[in-house]
């Protein structure tokens, strides 16, 4: 028996079956829009609520000889676009009027976290590092339903300064992985690129300084070389990581995880590696937003009888973590 999970938070439609006894994941599959967006330099919300109506269903399809084994059908109802995820939380109610089966609502963020244990045991508590495209925050998980916000960005999120940065210096979208395939053959050391509250006991992220520090450097070279936008990109990347590192040893956590469509950054993964010999991550194929990991999540829901009814599940924009 089956957990039949949808996610479509942002622009990755996708949707998997997780076997209830054992965690197992039966079936995963994930279409990215990343090349209808490329275009505009972004998510186009509009855009990516009608191709997740378009695909959505073609993955459904896929599976709908299992229907009859789907024991509850989880979504992400938050946070995220709200017209994107309503397509997903309007998909969820149709199948659970066609199925009669219960609903489980997924907060977005906590899909992440339990990226960890794609097809595993739950092992808490964990100091979490959530970094993405919209979020940068550092969380303390205790269990399913224990999990305290620490602290978060006070702007942009780690992800979305690298998209920025890469918007700067006309280098498309989406902008992370672009940098760091630039920054492999730059020189980090050449520009001095602040860290973002290194002298402030504030704990919180900020990415808005940086960003403008390297905005003003691609004002004074420009036009820019090949070379100067390796090492603007390597220099950035650094500063950010070394922002992201100086934040969370505040913590001193005892159990470190990072995850996150920002924590496939290797440059990261290794640095974190360096200075927290208790890290752990999500493997690279779960970082990105994915079903499997709402699917985890929905065992664990079912597994408590934690539903939701028809009338209450709702697409909402916000993370409500306090």
Same mark, same amino acid.
């Given at each position: 028996?089956?957990?039949?999970?949808?996610?479509?938070?942002?622009?990755?439609?996708?949707?998997?079956?997780?076997?209830?006894?054992?965690?197992?994941?039966?079936?995963?599959?994930?279409?990215?829009?990343?090349?209808?967006?490329?275009?505009? *330099?972004?998510? !186009?919300?509009? &855009?990516?609520?009608?191709?997740? /109506? =378009? @695909? $959505?269903?073609?993955? +459904?399809?896929?599976?709908?000889?299992?229907?009859?084994?789907?024991?509850?059908?989880?979504?992400?109802?938050?946070? *995220?676009?709200? !017209?994107?995820? &309503?397509?997903?939380?309007?998909? /969820? =109610? @149709? $199948?659970?009027?066609? +199925?009669?089966?219960?609903?489980?609502?997924?907060?977005?963020?906590?899909?992440?976290?339990?990226?960890?244990?794609?097809?595993?045991?739950?092992?808490?508590?964990?100091?979490?590092?959530?970094?993405?495209?919209?979020?940068?925050? +550092?969380?303390?998980?205790?269990?399913?339903?224990?999990?305290?916000?620490?602290?978060?960005?006070?702007?942009?999120?780690?992800?979305?300064?690298?998209?920025?940065?890469?918007?700067?210096?006309?280098?498309?979208?989406?902008?992370?992985?672009?940098?760091?395939?630039?920054?492999?053959?730059?020189?980090?050391?050449?520009?001095?690129?602040?860290?973002?509250?290194?002298?402030?006991?504030?704990?919180?992220?900020?990415?808005?300084?940086?960003?403008?520090?390297?905005?003003?450097?691609?004002?004074?070279?420009?036009?820019?070389?090949?070379?100067?936008?390796?090492?603007?990109?390597?220099?950035?990347?650094?500063?950010?990581?070394?922002?992201?590192?100086?934040?969370?040893?505040?913590?001193?956590?005892?159990?470190?995880?990072?995850?996150?469509?920002?924590?496939?950054?290797?440059?990261?993964?290794?640095?974190?590696?360096?200075?927290?010999?208790?890290?752990?991550?999500?493997?690279?194929?779960?970082?990105?937003?994915?079903?499997?990991?709402?699917?985890?999540?929905?065992?664990?829901?079912?597994?408590?009888?934690?539903?939701?009814?028809?009338?209450?599940?709702?697409?909402?924009?916000?993370?409500?973590?306090?």
């Amino acid at each position: 028996m089956f957990i039949l999970s949808i996610e479509s938070s942002c622009d990755d439609s996708s949707i998997a079956l997780t076997r209830i006894k054992d965690y197992k994941l039966f079936f995963h599959k994930k279409l990215s829009q990343e090349l209808e967006h490329q275009t505009y *330099g972004g998510v !186009v919300p509009e &855009l990516a609520s009608r191709l997740h /109506a =378009k @695909a $959505l269903p073609q993955i +459904l399809e896929e599976i709908k000889e299992y229907l009859p084994k789907v024991e509850a059908i989880a979504v992400t109802n938050r946070p *995220g676009l709200s !017209v994107t995820l &309503l397509e997903g939380v309007m998909m /969820a =109610k @149709a $199948l659970h009027l066609t +199925l009669q089966k219960p609903l489980i609502a997924v907060n977005h963020l906590v899909g992440h976290i339990y990226s960890l244990f794609i097809e595993k045991e739950t092992s808490f508590p964990k100091t979490v590092l959530l970094v993405s495209g919209g979020h940068t925050m +550092l969380l303390e998980a205790k269990s399913y339903k224990e999990i305290k916000l620490l602290a978060t960005t006070l702007d942009d999120s780690f992800g979305e300064s690298f998209d920025k940065v890469a918007k700067m210096m006309g280098l498309g979208y989406p902008g992370g992985p672009i940098i760091e395939e630039l920054a492999k053959k730059g020189d980090s050391e050449r520009f001095n690129f602040p860290i973002p509250l290194k002298n402030s006991h504030k704990l919180a992220f900020s990415f808005s300084g940086l960003k403008n520090a390297v905005r003003l450097k691609i004002e004074e070279l420009s036009p820019l070389s090949y070379q100067d936008k390796c090492d603007i990109a390597a220099s950035f990347q650094k500063s950010a990581i070394e922002h992201l590192l100086h934040k969370t040893k505040k913590i001193a956590p005892n159990e470190l995880a990072i995850v996150g469509g920002a924590s496939a950054n290797l440059v990261l993964r290794e640095k974190f590696k360096e200075h927290f010999s208790n890290v752990s991550f999500a493997e690279l194929k779960f970082c990105t937003d994915n079903a499997a990991m709402i699917g985890r999540v929905g065992v664990e829901a079912f597994k408590r009888g934690d539903f939701i009814s028809l009338e209450k599940l709702q697409a909402s924009p916000k993370a409500e973590f306090t």
